[in-house]
């Protein structure tokens, strides 16, 4: 097993041909700063200049998968000043950098299995749904609060959603933004397979197992191929409009009440003075 040590929010390991990727910030239950998801997708390029890698597990430490977005990225600006102004007048940064996440794991070489359990909230259900296989402690709480927040769900949240658990779901989930738990996203089809909390680690290195049985090539072209379908049917391009819409809710007053709200009740929870 060796470790590469360049991530600062990440631990990212090789063992012949499993690699892990580990979301490291359990003192904030994962929460996905800019940094992460930049490190994010230098992990799936460092997975994928080795060859060797066949299956790559994302998992979280601590006690939660992610809690999302970190909340401080997506601080309203108080006042239109022009710093606020600025803010509204260019593309979103966390918008683009989410994305390229999402496409940079999809689009991984090797095999990836999500391995889910606490909260997987937000940004981090993209994240799980950009992997290819998804497997969910049984305690797992689900939840897409970004309306909440005042925000569209942006980092091809939308259309990945509607590939795994159709369009009407994807409506309910992300307009309520209420918790459900792993039998509930299994039936949808957002998780693969849930399993006893307890069981987790074991269950994901059987099946990780199971797929180093096959050949790289076997493995690679199914998931080619069942890619180039999916993408038939949901076009993960519509997600080009993630950033206009995010920009959007940012000038737009009702949503930014939503989200000052939501942000000083979080605060308030966490007693911050930020
Ligand atoms: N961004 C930044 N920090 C976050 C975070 C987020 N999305 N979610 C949790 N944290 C931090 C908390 O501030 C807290 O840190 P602190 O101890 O330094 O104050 C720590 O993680 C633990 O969170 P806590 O809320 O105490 O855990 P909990 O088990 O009581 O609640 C959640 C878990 C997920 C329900 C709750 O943390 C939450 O609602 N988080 C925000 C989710 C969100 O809005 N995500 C963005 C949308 S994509």
């Known amino acids: 097993m060796s470790t590469d040590s360049t991530f600062s929010t990440l631990t990212v ?3 012949g041909p499993r690699g892990d990727i580990r979301l490291n910030r359990p003192d904030k239950l994962n929460a996905i700063s800019d940094t992460m998801l930049h490190e994010l997708v230098e992990a799936a390029h460092f997975c994928d200049a080795r060859s060797e890698i066949k299956v790559v597990v994302i998992s ?44 940079a794991i999809e689009g991984m070489e090797a095999v990836t299995v999500c391995q889910l359990h606490g909260h997987c909230v937000g ?29 569209p769900l942006a ?3 939308i259309p990945r959603l509607v590939r795994d658990v159709g369009a ?19 039936a949808a089809g957002l998780v693969n397979r ?3 909390e307890e069981r987790l680690e074991e269950e994901v290195r059987l099946l990780v197992d199971s797929l180093l049985d096959k050949s790289m090539f ?12 999916a993408e038939h049917m949901v076009d993960l391009k519509r997600a080009w409009n993630d950033a206009h819409s995010l920009e959007a809710a940012l000038r737009d007053p009702e ?10 009740r979080f605060r308030t929870d966490h007693q911050r003075s930020d």
């Open 155 to 157: 980092w091809g949240g």
């Open 168 to 186: 009407a779901k994807t409506k309910e989930l992300v307009m309520t933004g209420r918790r459900f738990g792993a039998a509930e996203a299994a």
């Open 194 to 196: 849930v399993v006893p």
């Open 13 to 15: 390991m090789m063992d």
């Open 60 to 103: 979280g430490a601590g006690r939660s998968f992610s809690a999302g977005a970190d909340v401080t990225m997506i601080d309203a600006p108080v006042e239109s000043t022009s710093a606020a102004r600025s803010l509204t007048q260019r593309r979103h940064p966390t918008a683009e950098a989410g994305s390229q996440m999402a496409d």
């Open 123 to 151: 940004g981090g259900a993209v994240l799980a749904s950009a992997c290819d296989i998804r497997v969910a402690a049984e305690g797992t709480v689900f939840s897409i609060p970004e309306l909440f927040l005042g925000i």
């Open 255 to 264: 949503s930014r009440a939503a989200r000052i709200s939501y942000l000083e």
């Open 218 to 229: 076997t493995l690679g072209a199914t998931k080619r191929y069942v890619n180039a379908v």
